[in-house]
């Protein structure tokens, strides 16, 4: 079983800038996720979609930063503009249940840098 | 509101020797937990899970951790460890109300010493 696939691994943008991730999540799996994660600490959640509505985007910065789940299935998060303080990890997820206590499969990340 | 603490940012271990990884919660009902693991420039991988029952909960790799609600912890063992074991370790509670926001804590760095 593949899993979810992330990408590009790698980004660097000047701020200002917009940047745009791609995520696959694993077949069948009807919840994604999208997670920030700055360095050094852990994931935060930013956006929760089940098939392709929005469950709950309530930490997503929605004056920057938007989301999509066309199909029920791969996801694009964007940021416009982009600032300083985005650089981070994004990382995507996805679980094969509807919500609650359904583990969660991530894939490997996107490592955003902003200059 | 629910939180996740990990108290200790590094932990130093030679290999062969035990390991304990603590996390301490605070939710107000019966938590979900989970521990997850991530190598560097890796994406996490789940270790172990508590929903409800038995306490002592068995993972992968050799990993297990124990959920005491009376002290509101959910600590990750190993009775040894190995160098592959090195990584960053999170602990995470979730739900929350009705909908699905998991919590992550702010992580735990394994160093295994030769």
């Known amino acids: 079983e593949a899993g979810v696939a992330q990408s590009p691994r790698y980004k660097i943008i000047e701020k200002r800038q917009s940047v745009a991730f791609w995520c696959n999540p694993i077949?069948?799996?009807?919840?994604l996720y999208w997670y920030q994660q700055i360095l050094g600490q852990g994931p935060k959640l930013l956006i929760q979609?089940?098939?392709?509505?929005?469950?709950?985007d309530s930490q997503l910065p929605k004056d920057r930063f938007s989301a999509e789940r066309l199909k029920g299935v791969d996801s694009t998060l964007k940021i416009q503009p982009a600032k300083l303080e985005d650089s981070a990890v994004y990382l995507c997820?996805?679980?094969?249940?509807?919500?609650?206590?359904?583990?969660?499969?991530f894939g490997p990340g996107t490592r955003l840098t902003v200059t | 509101a629910q939180s996740v603490t990990q108290p200790d940012i590094h932990i130093t271990v030679s290999e062969g020797a035990s390991l304990e990884l603590r996390c301490n919660y605070s939710y107000g009902a019966t938590p979900y937990l989970f521990w997850y693991v991530q190598s560097p420039g890796q994406g996490l991988q789940l270790l172990l899970k508590y929903f409800s029952g038995d306490t002592l909960v068995q993972g992968i790799k050799g990993f297990e951790a124990e959920f005491k609600r009376s002290q509101s912890s959910f600590n990750l063992r190993k009775p040894s460890v190995h160098w592959s074991d090195a990584a960053e370790y999170f602990c995470a509670v979730g739900p929350s109300g009705g909908s699905y926001i998991p919590t992550f804590g702010r992580g735990t760095s394994l160093i295994v010493h030769p």
């Open positions: 997820a996805s679980s094969p249940r509807d919500r609650g206590r359904g583990e969660q499969y």
């Open positions: 979609f089940q098939n392709n509505g929005v469950v709950d």
């Open positions: 077949s069948g799996h009807a919840t």
